[in-house]
């Protein structure tokens, strides 16, 4: 299997501000740790459809120790050096799949990045083998379900959760970069330089 990691990309968000997009690394544990721990209670639950799990050793690893092919995952840091998004996909029983997640924080909502950092995410998959992400959110959650359909996604199933499939761009002769697939429809840009 192919095995393209995510390089680092600084962005320019919609409201003028800066992120740096990089790959997650055992590195990040503690501060993943710190972030989890820290966490408004509404952005846990609206993450995990419910409760989330216990910060554990093992939930930490199983977080931050990624082979950037099957499980990947970036996050966004601002200028300081601060992680403010973690997005990440990760392989399914099914072929060809790759479940998708993305947290935010409250301050950095609205301006492009959960998109941005998506389609980072679908140009990594696309280019490790996959076709499509599915994912999975609490019916209520709105600016997911919004996303989504923006992105092509098909609803496959509702209820208290809502579920999704959207297709990944193509890696073959007619590849275009994700940057450019319905995902990455958003304010956000690339910055030059850095």
């Known amino acids: 299997m192919p095995t ?7 962005l320019r968000l919609a409201d003028g501000r800066h992120v740096r997009l990089t790959p997650v690394t055992p590195a990040d544990r ?3 740790a710190e972030a989890l721990r820290n ?3 509404d952005t846990l639950f609206q993450r995990f459809c419910g409760a989330a799990p216990p910060v554990t050793p093992a939930l930490l ?3 931050t120790d990624l082979d950037h092919v099957r499980r990947c995952a970036i996050v966004a840091r601002d200028t300081t050096g601060r992680g403010v998004a973690i997005a990440r996909y990760e392989a399914t ?15 950095w909502r609205r301006v492009g990045l959960a998109t941005a950092m998506v389609a980072r995410l679908a140009s990594s998959a696309s280019a490790n083998g996959f076709d499509r992400f599915t994912a999975t959110h609490l019916a209520g959650h709105r600016a997911v379900a919004r996303m989504l359909r923006a992105a092509g996604a098909v ?3 509702g209820g208290s ?5 959207v297709p990944l761009p193509s890696t073959g002769p007619d590849h275009f970069p994700a ?3 319905r995902f990455a429809r958003t304010t956000a840009r690339p910055r030059v330089g850095r």
């Open 155 to 157: 609803r496959l199933s």
């Open 30 to 32: 503690e501060e993943l």
């Open 39 to 41: 966490a408004d209670v």
């Open 4 to 10: 393209r990691s995510p390089d680092a990309r600084a």
């Open 93 to 107: 029983g099914e072929p060809g799949a790759a479940e998708v997640a993305v947290v935010v924080a409250p301050p």
């Open 179 to 181: 940057e450019r697939h």
């Open 61 to 63: 690893t199983h977080l």
């Open 161 to 165: 959760t809502v579920d999704w499939s």
